[in-house]
């Protein structure tokens, strides 16, 4: 249900609050909330936290990144290429999630569930970085607008 809510509000939002906010602010709630259920978790708090923390990070994964990334691919390619690039762009989506899906277990069986979560914590916060450095906001902006951002 959160995933669901979450997703909804961020494509009935996307257009009035625009893509940069929602990935910048969603993943760095997500990064705290990785980082904090690691901290829980190594500290041995109650499960209720860790749920609550876990509840979070699933409504701000669907509320930036699975709500935005889907309405902003297209929009980042310029139109030569459009197709090609957000076919690949996908597969790499789809990879990257089967790889970390996989791994994970693997990866806290050798390290601990507390360091997957910190592994997870620094990862998003490589995202909200890059998301701030490099993401251009398209809101408002024709595709042709779009293109010229890049070309410049």
């Given at each position: 249900?959160?995933?669901?809510?979450?997703?909804?509000?961020?494509?009935?939002?996307?257009?009035?609050?625009?893509?940069?906010?929602?990935l910048i602010w969603g993943m760095a709630?997500?990064?705290?909330?990785?980082?904090?259920?690691?901290?829980?978790?190594?500290?041995?708090?109650?499960?209720?936290?860790?749920?609550?923390?876990?509840?979070?990070?699933?409504?701000?994964?669907?509320?930036?990144?699975?709500?935005?990334?889907?309405?902003?691919?297209?929009?980042?390619?310029?139109?030569?290429?459009?197709?090609?690039?957000?076919?690949?762009?996908?597969?790499?989506?789809?990879?990257?999630?089967?790889?970390?899906?996989?791994?994970?277990?693997?990866?806290?069986?050798?390290?601990?569930?507390h360091t997957g979560f910190f592994t997870?914590?620094?990862?998003?916060?490589?995202?909200?970085?890059?998301?701030?450095?490099?993401?251009?906001?398209?809101?408002?902006?024709?595709?042709?607008?779009?293109e010229q951002h890049w070309v410049r």
């Amino acid at each position: 249900m959160i995933n669901l809510l979450a997703t909804l509000v961020a494509i009935w939002k996307v257009d009035r609050w625009g893509r940069r906010p929602l990935l910048i602010w969603g993943m760095a709630l997500v990064t705290a909330a990785m980082a904090l259920t690691a901290i829980l978790l190594l500290l041995k708090a109650p499960a209720i936290w860790i749920v609550v923390l876990l509840c979070l990070y699933m409504g701000c994964v669907a509320l930036s990144i699975c709500g935005v990334i889907w309405v902003l691919l297209p929009e980042i390619f310029p139109n030569r290429i459009r197709g090609r690039a957000v076919s690949i762009a996908t597969f790499a989506v789809w990879t990257t999630n089967t790889i970390a899906t996989l791994l994970f277990p693997l990866y806290v069986e050798e390290y601990g569930v507390h360091t997957g979560f910190f592994t997870f914590a620094g990862l998003c916060l490589a995202a909200t970085l890059f998301f701030w450095r490099l993401v251009p906001e398209t809101k408002g902006k024709s595709l042709e607008e779009i293109e010229q951002h890049w070309v410049r």
